[in-house]
T-cell receptor, first 108, second 112 residues
Framework: GIQVEQSPPDLILQEGANSTLRCNFSDSVNNLQWFHQNPWGQLINLFYIPSGTKQNGRLSATTVATERYSLLYISSSQTTDSGVYFCAVVSGAQKLVFGQGTRLTINP | NAGVTQTPKFQVLKTGQSMTLQCAQDMNHEYMSWYRQDPGMGLRLIHYSVGAGITDQGEVPNGYNVSRSTTEDFPLRLLSAAPSQTSVYFC???????????FGPGTRLLVL
């Protein structure tokens, strides 16, 4: 089945810093989503982005489907950005496959 | 809209007991799915359904049963709980498997 790899596994930053999270996938996809899991465990949709670029406030995402990767950018980080960021993809059969996540810690 | 709801929020079982985790959505979504999340890991797909009366297995289906008698509900059954099933369980729904998926708040299950 499709493999999803996220990097880095852990990232510790100071408030105000910018960050880039990467998601590589091993096959073509027809669905790619980025999620934020907050410290209370809730999964929050950030982007549905099988291709192209989207922006929402301080967050933006780019997926280059032909090269099989997606990037999540967080600018001017805030402590509330802390948590785990997951990339998940669907390839072929309607099964969402998650990466292992990037744990982001923003220190004040 | 309440979105995706799950009950209970937390449950403790003894090995061999059975239980049903409830999941409901009020968005008229055809696609519903169950995932488990173990510490330090991403979510893994247990079972999914593309519509009422249709279910299929995901990556880790053993030990779990599902049924989909209505569009709104997608319960997950553990017939004989095992300690390896200690996990956090998430239910999700979407208009189709290839569109944005919306997750419930999760059920934390501890099997002793």
């Amino acid at each position: 089945g499709i493999q999803v790899e996220q990097s880095p596994p852990d990232l510790i930053l100071q408030e105000g810093a910018n960050s880039t999270l990467r998601c590589n996938f091993s096959d073509s996809v027809n669905n790619l989503q980025w999620f934020h899991q907050n410290p209370w465990g809730q999964l929050i949709n950030l982007f549905y982005i099988p291709s192209g670029t989207k922006q929402n406030g301080r967050l933006s995402a780019t997926t280059v489907a032909t090269e099989r990767y997606s990037l999540l950018y967080i600018s001017s980080s805030q402590t509330t950005d802390s948590g785990v960021y997951f990339c998940a993809v669907v390839s072929g059969a309607q099964k969402l496959v998650f990466g292992q996540g990037t744990r982001l810690t923003i220190n004040p | 809209n309440a979105g995706v709801t799950q009950t209970p929020k937390f449950q403790v079982l003894k090995t061999g007991q059975s239980m049903t985790l409830q999941c409901a959505q009020d968005m008229n979504h055809e696609y519903m799915s169950w995932y488990r999340q173990d510490p330090g890991m991403g979510l893994r797909l247990i079972h999914y359904s593309v519509g009422a009366g249709i279910t299929d297995q995901g990556e880790v289906p053993n030990g779990y049963n599902v049924s989909r008698s209505t569009t709104e509900d997608f319960p997950l059954r553990l017939l004989s709980a095992a300690p390896s099933q200690t996990s956090v369980y998430f239910c999700a729904s979407s208009p189709s498997g290839a569109e944005t998926q919306y997750f419930g708040p999760g059920t934390r299950l501890l099997v002793l």
